[in-house]
Each structure stands twice: as structure tokens, then as C-alpha cells.
């Protein structure tokens, strides 16, 4: 009922700018110099105060075709297809920016450009988030000729101070920022029962279990080295 009653308070003030537009634009635009440039402000103004009211609407009452052949939404005039350079948030509650999609297609595209489905990065209270979902695609190593295959998939990353984590169909990752000098070698990667126990010894990491032996969850505990405001 409360969408219901806003959305028709949205419509009535886009009616009422609209008419405000078009009585600007009647009356003043058609004059010259001065007083036109100053009416011309307004009426950009007013655009601008369009575009922002436009971002409530959902577009869900469909589009009407304009004599130049473009398809207009009824209630805000956004032209379909156009993208919108800006979205609107909700100042109180859980903050939503799009819908959770997944891979859709069976076959591979020619490159990751054309795979794409999502992705965006959201830089948050100090924090960075981006979500990537692709379909398959080729690709190629540097220095190889022949193309290899990359798989669909839902990428997320999250970077926290020093340390990222990275979540993706098959892998849940958390990297540091490896402290000193820059490492000249990739860092090498072994099962913890390929381990010794002095290396183990080293590394704050817990292993979580439950009564069926499954495993439920992974710690690394922050090295002290690593605690530093702004981590
Ligand atoms: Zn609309």
C-alpha cells in the first residue's frame, strides 16, 4: 500500500516538473540574450532535479513510443536502454545495489569482455567489494599461442587493510600483502599433511571440525607483526 501511495506521489511531482520544464521552455527559451541564458539555468536546473526524481521510478508501467521512435517510460520519460548514471539508496536499513546472478549461457564466448554478465566494484565505510560473474570464455597465457578455456563463474573479492579475500565457485582464499622487501618468486602453495610440523608450528591456523570430521571452518589468526591501526 506504502509503494503504492509513493509511486503516485512520484508521479505526481515528475507531472508537475515536467509542466514546469515545458512552461520554461515556452514562455523564455525562445528569447534572446540575457534574461535566455538565465532561464536557460533554470530550465537545466529543473533537468537535473528530473534526472534525480527518475531514479525512484522502477519504469514498471512500460514505454510509449515517441514520434522519433524512441520508447519512453510513462511515468518518468527515461529512454529505454539508455543507461542511468546513478542509483538511489535508502539512507536507513540494509543497503541492496542489484540482484545475485550467475553464470547463464552453455557455450564460451571469444573473450571475457563478451562473457561478462556483472561487475562492479563498491569502495564502502573504508572497505572495497567487487563482484564479478562471467560466462566461459577463451583466453590466453602470455608467451602461450593456444587458447585455454575459462570456466563460468562468480567472483568475489574483498579487501580489508592488508589482507583480501577472494570467494569464487571452487575456492574460498585469503591472501596478505606480504610484509618487507617485494618478493621476487610467486608465494608456492602444499596441503597441510605435505607440511613439516616446524613449519606448521609457524602458522596461526586453526582448522575447525565437527563430530563427523567435516571440516566447518578455517582460522588464521592475525600475526602480531600484522596488527596495525588501519588493518
Ligand atoms: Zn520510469
Redesign the pocket.
Known amino acids: 500500500m506504502e509503494t503504492r501511495s509513493r509511486k503516485a506521489s512520484l508521479k505526481r511531482e515528475l507531472r508537475a516538473l515536467l509542466r514546469s520544464m515545458d512552461f520554461i521552455a515556452d514562455r523564455y527559451l525562445r528569447r534572446s540574450g540575457q534574461g535566455a541564458r538565465k532561464f536557460f539555468e533554470i530550465y537545466r536546473q529543473l533537468g537535473s532535479a528530473w534526472k534525480f526524481l ?1 531514479l525512484q ?3 514498471d508501467e512500460g514505454y510509449r513510443r515517441n514520434r522519433e521512435g524512441h520508447d519512453l ?6 529512454v529505454k536502454g539508455v543507461a542511468e548514471n546513478w542509483r538511489l539508496l535508502p539512507v536507513a536499513g540494509p543497503i541492496r545495489l542489484g540482484g545475485k546472478r550467475f553464470h547463464s549461457a552453455k557455450r564460451d564466448f571469444p573473450n571475457k569482455q563478451a562473457a561478462m554478465i556483472d561487475v562492479g566494484v563498491i569502495h564502502f565505510h573504508g572497505t572495497k567489494l567487487s563482484v564479478e560473474v562471467h560466462n566461459g570464455y577463451q583466453s590466453y597465457w602470455p608467451g602461450r599461442k593456444e587458447p585455454i578455456n575459462i570456466a563460468t563463474d562468480r567472483i568475489v573479492r574483498l579487501w580489508e587493510g592488508d589482507v583480501e579475500c577472494w570467494l569464487d565457485s571452487n575456492l574460498v582464499h585469503v591472501k596478505w600483502k606480504p610484509t618487507g622487501p617485494r618478493p621476487h618468486k610467486p608465494p608456492y602453495g602444499a596441503f597441510l599433511s605435505e607440511l613439516p610440523r616446524k613449519m606448521l608450528k609457524k602458522f596461526p591456523v586453526l582448522l575447525e571440525y565437527d563430530h563427523r570430521d567435516q571440516l566447518v571452518g578455517v582460522n588464521a589468526l592475525m600475526a602480531p607483526h600484522r596488527k596495525k591501526k588501519g588493518a
Not at 73 to 78: P, T
Open positions: 527518475g521510478c522502477r519504469h517510460c510513462r511515468i518518468c520519460g527515461h
